[in-house]
T-cell receptor, first 115, second 112 residues
Framework: GENVEQHPSTLSVQEGDSAVIKCTYSDSASNYFPWYKQELGKRPQLIID?????GEKKDQRIAVTLNKTAKHFSLHITETQPEDSAVYFCAASRASTSNTGKLIFGQGTTLQVKP | DTGVSQDPRHKITKRGQNVTFRCDPISEHNRLYWYRQTLGQGPEFLTYFQNEAQLEKSRLLSDRFSAERPKGSFSTLEIQRTEQGDSAMYLC??????????FGPGTRLTVL
């Protein structure tokens, strides 16, 4: 069945360092890969996404890479700040007019940025 | 606030009672999703609406669960004869055809 594996489950970095979170997916028909940030007690917030027709996307300190052959995608956060501390979820879906677009989520990574 | 809204934010109920949650999506979004999230886990898909049509239901959605989106705008999720295992955060999300899903704040259900 559809599955998304996410690693690591916890990640602690010093402020200013980089953080990398990795996900693998099982459904080869997946073509849309969003990343969500969830602070304690808050809603998941879409921070960046990538579609299967590109290999990399960057937005300021955040970047996402996609390797379709290996079915891997990764989130890269540079120059981390304490406010980056949160739980990060990757997800995969089949996004098209003929599919539901339901998101299959990874298990989450708790990122702690130490000042 | 033009984002996704959900009501109530918290619900405490006794086992065996029925509960109903409401979701108001972003107004121009025709796609609406319900997910369930338990502590320490990622959200799990429950059901999907395109406009007023319910097009997919997860196997997680037992026959005690029913969802509606009668006019293609707001949606309701009802749980009948609640069980302690139903305790979770119920999240609603909406999107256009591009599938960028925006989540509501969730309804936290506690079944005693």
């Amino acid at each position: 069945g559809e599955n998304v594996e996410q690693h690591p489950s916890t990640l602690s970095v010093q402020e200013g360092d980089s953080a990398v979170i990795k996900c693998t997916y099982s459904d080869s028909a997946s073509n849309y890969f969003p990343w969500y940030k969830q602070e304690l007690g808050k809603r998941p917030q879409l921070i960046i996404d990538i579609r299967s027709n590109v290999g990399e996307k960057k937005d300021q300190r955040i970047a996402v890479t996609l390797n379709k052959t290996a079915k891997h995608f990764s989130l890269h956060i540079t120059e981390t700040q304490p406010e980056d501390s949160a739980v990060y979820f990757c997800a995969a879906s089949r996004a098209s007019t003929s599919n539901t677009g339901k998101l299959i989520f990874g298990q989450g990574t708790t990122l702690q940025v130490k000042p | 606030d033009t984002g996704v809204s959900q009501d109530p934010r918290h619900k405490i109920t006794k086992r065996g009672q029925n509960v109903t949650f409401r979701c108001d999506p972003i107004s121009e979004h025709n796609r609406l999703y319900w997910y369930r999230q338990t502590l320490g886990q990622g959200p799990e898909f429950l059901t999907y609406f395109q406009n007023e049509a319910q097009l997919e239901k997860s196997r997680l959605l037992s026959d005690r669960f029913s969802a509606e989106r009668p006019k293609g705008s707001f949606s309701t999720l009802e749980i009948q004869r609640t069980e302690q295992g139903d305790s979770a955060m119920y999240l609603c999300a909406s999107s256009t055809q591009d599938n960028e899903q925006f989540f509501g704040p969730g309804t936290r259900l506690t079944v005693l």
